[in-house]
């Protein structure tokens, strides 16, 4: 199955250059469709001009961010020094406290399917 996602510009540039491997979502109803060996469409915000395909390798399922960023080596979410309450709380930027504990989350571990970046297509 293919599925479309969405990066901010600095994760995005960590996953196209082989330092990010794992991604950290809420466990929603959008990732609850993702499967092992899925290919993943993701497309570099705020205009999507950029996308990189990736393959589903491995999925950790967690309650809180807190939880799966202490299990998880900081290097694969492409910061090799943080902390895991920092990491965790960067996540928080994206996601609310209340969406965490209603849903749970999930770390997709991924590998490029190809190095190369594709333009996004003109609709105009």
């Not at 199955?1 to 540039?13: G, I, Q, V, W």
């Not at 915000?45 to 390798?57: G, I, N, Y």
């Not at 930027?93 to 190369?116: H, N, P, T």
Request: aromatic share 6%.
């Amino acid at each position: 199955m293919n599925h479309s996602m969405s990066l901010a510009a600095e994760p995005f540039e960590m996953l196209k250059n082989g330092s990010k491997l794992l991604e950290l979502r809420l466990f929603d109803e959008k990732r609850r469709a993702v499967s092992f060996g899925d290919v993943i469409t993701f497309s570099k915000l705020p205009d999507r001009s950029e996308s990189v395909r990736v393959k589903v390798t491995g999925l950790l399922k967690a309650r809180t961010f807190d939880e799966i960023t202490r299990i998880v080596d900081p290097s694969c979410l492409g910061y090799p020094k943080a902390e895991p309450a920092l990491l965790a709380e960067k996540m928080r930027e994206y996601y609310s406290s209340e969406e965490e504990a209603a849903e749970g989350v999930l770390g997709i571990k991924m590998c490029l399917l190809d190095r190369k970046t594709s333009a996004a297509l003109s609709l105009s």
